[in-house]
């Protein structure tokens, strides 16, 4: 009998800790992975929200899968480190086990290098310091990961990495001891585990060497179309480096994917390597998740070039008030038609599979939180009878697009200014110095922003502003047009937005993650993979709004009005 085949019990709103006392609320959904799914939960008596992971004891039948889930909660409850997600116990009931977690409420570095591909190496340096920083202390502690993947290296929200998922872990019992296991994750496996010679800590180590080479690349070191492929490269050790990458990267990276596990860094030794030199900020903002950061330092190709060279510059954020970006057409992930192409042929595929035909009993399968938008507009007010459309995102930053197709931007904090010209350039300021020319365009982002926070409702969370903001970079409003029936707004990192006027229901399409949030006329987000809704169908409502995005999104890609408002259409 499958999985699928189980008939599974329907998991409580309230989870009782009968030996502890404690109860939780379970609440929204987050994700599913191998047996279990997961959910936020509530504890009922200090309110502090957690991750509960949820697994159907129908599931665990054989010893091996009771023996191994036994073992995760041994290692992972015995660990206790800034780098590790946080164990906070486990209890079960006669149909389910719970397991309670830290909450990553920033998801993983999956879903940062879905939007992002490849990062600028001070984020990188700073991710993987953090990491292996994690990893020491499981080395210390005598634990093989044996599963280090972007998808196991969580963030919370304070963009701090958090190393979970010790279901494939396993403990050093005496020194030299060789695991024989065949396990881990095809693009991250090392090669003394496929040739089945026995593994120990080096493995974690090879991973890292190919989650250091997905952040600086952008793709896997080993990666191809198929597993048989993926192998044949592994085991003759069958990459390239790129020319972009830095010398101090590239050496770091073949010291970590050497074939012999013996000559391979300890995580301790890889800390220690030139790589970890020069500059690493110290925090991260939130709007790293879809766009890249501006550092003083860089100038790279998934950033909007600053006219500072990439190593030898010392100035610091604030020192960047007033200091011009040239333009660059790379400042959309590298995407010459902001991802409208890709996003329109993920629509049209969905759509010829004739959705919302079959019976979506499935839905619920095929909602998929972690690929939730990380930015999208909250508000927004059409003034382009005098001067332009005014919006503020999820995160309480403000635009405006103005009829002259240049377009200011206040971030979260309150205090710095993105001015961007015709010509796509980019000067930054603080909301209290910036230059005469913008004294009437400053004074109008001032009266949209008011008017926005003393009359219009919010459609979304917001986010507190952060440390690490100063170096924030937001998607723009790229164009938009009004129709009789919505709104339509287009950002420059590839999100679609459709307010729908009548019922106040919303879609937003990420082309990047391939999935669509729908915000009901209750205000219910669920994000759905566009993949699993043509697998799963959908409701009628749903796909007709997706058969609307994709006729807007025809008139966007023929209009040539490319980076302002397109004319009102029928």
């Known amino acids: 009998m499958s999985k699928k085949d189980i008939p599974m019990k329907e998991i409580p709103e309230i989870l009782c800790d009968d030996n502890s006392g404690k109860r939780y609320t379970r609440g929204r959904f987050l994700g599913k992975g191998g047996f279990a799914k997961c959910f936020e939960i509530t504890d009922h008596e200090t309110k502090e929200t957690l991750a509960g992971k949820i697994v159907p004891k129908a599931l665990l039948v054989k010893p091996h899968q009771k023996e191994k889930m036994t073992q995760e909660i041994s290692l992972h409850r015995s660990l206790n ?18 397991i309670v977690l830290e909450l990553c409420k920033r998801r993983s570095l999956m879903e940062l290098y879905k939007r992002r591909k490849a990062l600028t190496e001070p984020e990188t340096k700073y991710y993987m310091k953090q990491i292996l920083l994690g990893v020491v202390y499981l ?63 080096e493995v974690d180590t090879w991973s890292l060497g190919c989650v250091l080479y997905t952040l600086l690349v952008g793709k896997p070191p080993f990666e191809t179309s198929t597993l048989k492929e993926t192998y044949s490269r592994i085991k003759k050790n069958e990459y390239r480096i790129p020319h972009h990458v830095s ?22 030794e890889a800390l220690e390597s030139d790589f970890f030199n020069g500059y690493i900020p110290h925090k991260l903002p939130t709007t790293c998740l879809t766009m890249a950061p501006r550092f003083p330092e860089m100038q790279t190709q998934s950033q909007r070039k600053p006219l500072q060279d990439i190593n030898g510059s010392d100035n610091t954020p604030a020192q960047m008030a007033g200091k011009k970006s040239e333009p660059n057409e790379i400042c959309n992930n590298e995407s010459p038609d902001f991802h409208m192409g890709e996003l329109f042929e993920q629509l049209t595929k969905l759509i010829d599979s004739n959705p919302s035909h079959r019976n979506p009993v499935n839905m619920d399968e095929a909602e998929d939180p972690a690929a939730n938008p990380v930015l999208w507009i909250s508000k927004w007010v059409d003034y382009t009878d005098k001067y332009g459309l005014g919006y503020q995102l999820c995160d309480n930053s403000n635009g405006v697009l103005f009829n002259d197709s240049t377009r200011i931007l206040l971030y979260a904090n309150g205090e710095h200014i993105e001015y961007i010209d015709k010509d796509m350039s980019e000067s930054y ?13 400053v004074t109008l982002l001032k009266y949209f ?9 919010k459609a979304g969370a917001s986010m507190a502003p952060k440390e ?17 029936s919505a709104i339509v707004l287009h950002l420059s990192n590839g999100t679609l937005q459709i307010n729908f006027f009548a019922d ?43 058969r609307y995005a994709r006729t807007m999104l025809e008139k966007l890609k023929t209009s040539r009005a490319s980076t302002a408002r397109i004319k009102d259409q029928s």
Request: charged share 30%.
């Open 468 to 484: 690490g903001d100063q170096l924030a970079r937001l998607p723009f409003l790229r164009t938009w047009f009004r129709t009789r």
């Open 247 to 268: 010398p101090a990267a590239k050496t770091l990276i073949k010291r970590m994917l050497c074939n012999e596990p013996s000559s391979r860094p300890s995580a301790k």
């Open 504 to 546: 106040h229901t919303k879609i937003i399409l990420c082309p990047l993650m391939g999935a669509v949030t729908y915000i009901d006329d209750n205000r219910k987000f669920r994000t759905y993979r566009l993949s699993s809704l043509e697998k799963y169908g959908c409701c009628k409502e749903l796909a007709h709004r997706l």
């Open 81 to 98: 480190h800034d780098h590790v997600v946080g164990f906070h116990g486990f209890f079960e009931d006669k149909d389910f086990v719970y």
């Open 139 to 201: 080395h210390d502690k005598k634990i093989i990961h044996r599963d280090i993947k972007l998808g196991n290296l969580f963030l919370n929200n304070e963009m701090e990495v958090k190393i979970g998922d010790f279901g494939l872990a396993t403990k050093v019992d005496f020194e030299g001891e060789r695991k024989k296991t065949l396990c881990g994750t095809p693009n991250y496996i090392a090669p003394e585990v496929l040739g089945k010679k026995g593994h120990s800590f």
């Open 429 to 441: 300021y603080t909301i209290r110095t910036y230059p005469d020319m913008l004294v009437k365009k």
């Open 449 to 457: 922003r008011n008017y926005m926070s003393e009359h219009l409702l």
